[in-house]
């Protein structure tokens, strides 16, 4: 059982930045897909980012050019870069990832707040 613990999250002013990470209880060098999703209060729960066996990347168009995810294999951890941050991607933030098993894992979830 993959244990994940988010952090990072808070409040930030648009235009700001902030950077979640999510560390993995366990090596993530195998995880077939490590990616971040969002839900808004009274909104569906909605993709941000994606890493497909550490090598493909997907955006949602909404963040396309704000938003960086990446991985540190040495930590166990990835990681999701946000600037140019605004009032629209406050939600809380989960982060999920697939193992080799193909077994999938979420984090508790982190809240992002952006001030306008």
């Known amino acids: 059982q993959v244990q994940l613990v988010e952090s990072g999250g808070g409040l930030a002013q648009a235009g700001g930045s902030l950077r979640l990470s999510c560390e993995a209880s366990e090596s993530i060098f195998g995880f077939r897909v490590m990616d971040w999703s969002r839900q808004a209060p009274g909104k569906q729960r909605e993709p941000v980012a994606t890493?497909?066996?550490?090598?493909?990347?997907n955006y949602a168009d909404s963040v396309k050019g704000r938003f960086t995810i990446s991985r540190d294999n040495a930590k166990n951890t990835v990681y999701l870069q946000m600037n140019s941050l605004k009032a629209e991607d406050t939600a809380v933030y989960y982060c999920?990832?697939?193992?080799?098993?193909?077994?999938?894992?979420w984090g508790q979830g982190t809240q992002v707040t952006v001030s306008s």
């Open positions: 890493i497909v066996s550490g090598a493909s990347v």
């Open positions: 999920h990832v697939r193992d080799g098993r193909l077994y999938d894992y």
